[in-house]
């Protein structure tokens, strides 16, 4: 006897409502030594039961013609499309060969022993294989790869966030220069609300003023003009922390000079350094996204009508581009 297979899997077989039998091409000793796992699509597994769940029809002679066939369901219906079969040995790790002393070896069980002994470390060979592991020349250990491995799983939504922003990310990386220019002019700010506070003390004071009956008349001009000092000094202040926000902000998006643009449009330049001044602008297209009802594809609303957001998983205004599907992400190809 020999074992011809290398392999002690079989599948996954993705389901498609009409399938029941599956075949599978590896030596076992009995229909207890394959092992049938449902999945569905998002991944979770679930182990069925021999006899209950599905069968096993082994065919007769395991050396010539390893292998058989899985019966599932037992009953009712086949495998719907969202849901996957996998099956793998499930021989237990047992050695119940006996061998007399002294006396003369039966080939046919010393055979058996070996192929089991090679099933076995076929199954630990699948195992094994489906696991992460540390390079030969690593000196991390088993314990810190799980760390680091478990570390990624926790944060993954924030990286994948990150990842979602990049392009954000790295335009405030671009513009640091210039927003550190408008933090620097939050001193003038300040300096504005500190005379705000003096100028309303000022006022505060007029009706004491005004107790001299005899000044009535100087002492309302004198408010007056307070008043209208008070005004054109706030007026003064906050022109100029207005020009210090706007010049801020005109730096931070690097815009063009604007003198004579009249009923003109702001694009992006084709480098992306800033915005140019162009005649016209085209309307740019809607594409909207939405999971399909199978959950095995994205949908795509494409064009230049009219369109509700909240009709989408996801959406975005751009023009000649297209779109790709990569690690789990939804990605723009430019």
Request: hydrophobic letters at 50%; glycine letters at 6%.
């Amino acid at each position: 006897m020999t074992v011809s297979s290398t392999t002690r899997k079989a599948g996954p077989f993705a389901g498609n409502g009409v399938t029941t039998l599956f075949p599978f091409g590896f030596k076992v000793f009995a229909k207890s030594d394959i092992q049938v796992i449902r999945a569905t699509a998002a991944g979770a597994e679930t182990i069925l039961v021999l006899d209950s769940d599905y069968l096993v029809l082994l065919n007769p002679d395991q050396t010539a013609n390893p292998g058989g066939t899985i019966q599932y369901p037992v009953t009712g219906s086949a495998l719907p499309l969202t849901f996957a079969l996998v099956a793998v040995g499930a021989v237990p790790y047992t050695q119940g060969t006996s061998l007399p002393t002294g006396g003369a070896f039966n080939a046919a069980n010393v055979e058996a022993a070996l192929d089991r002994l090679t099933i076995l470390t076929q199954q630990l060979k699948e195992e094994t294989g489906r696991s992460a592991k540390i390079s030969l020349t690593s000196t991390a250990d088993a314990a810190s790869l799980v760390r680091d491995i478990s570390n990624l799983v926790y944060n993954l939504a924030s990286i994948q966030t990150v990842s979602g922003a990049i392009t954000a990310v790295n335009s405030v990386a671009a513009n640091a220069t210039n927003i550190n220019t408008l933090a620097g002019a939050i001193a003038s700010v300040n300096t504005l609300a500190a005379v705000s506070v003096a100028l309303s003390t000022v006022a505060a004071n007029i009706a004491a003023v005004n107790v001299n009956a005899n000044n009535v008349v100087a002492i309302q001009t004198i408010a007056i003009n307070i008043t209208a000092i008070q005004n054109a000094q706030l007026n003064a202040l906050a022109s100029e922390a207005s020009a210090v926000r706007a010049a801020a902000s005109a730096a931070a998006v690097n815009l063009p000079n604007l003198t004579g643009a009249a009923l003109r449009f702001l694009r992006v330049k084709t480098d992306e350094t800033g915005y140019e001044l162009v005649s016209s602008v085209a309307a740019p297209a809607f594409y909207g996204f939405n999971l399909s009802t199978d959950t095995l594809s994205l949908t795509l609303d494409y064009g230049r009508g009219n369109y509700n957001a909240n009709d989408f998983a996801t959406f975005t205004m751009s023009e000649n581009v297209t779109f790709e599907v990569a690690e789990n992400n939804l990605r723009m190809v430019l």
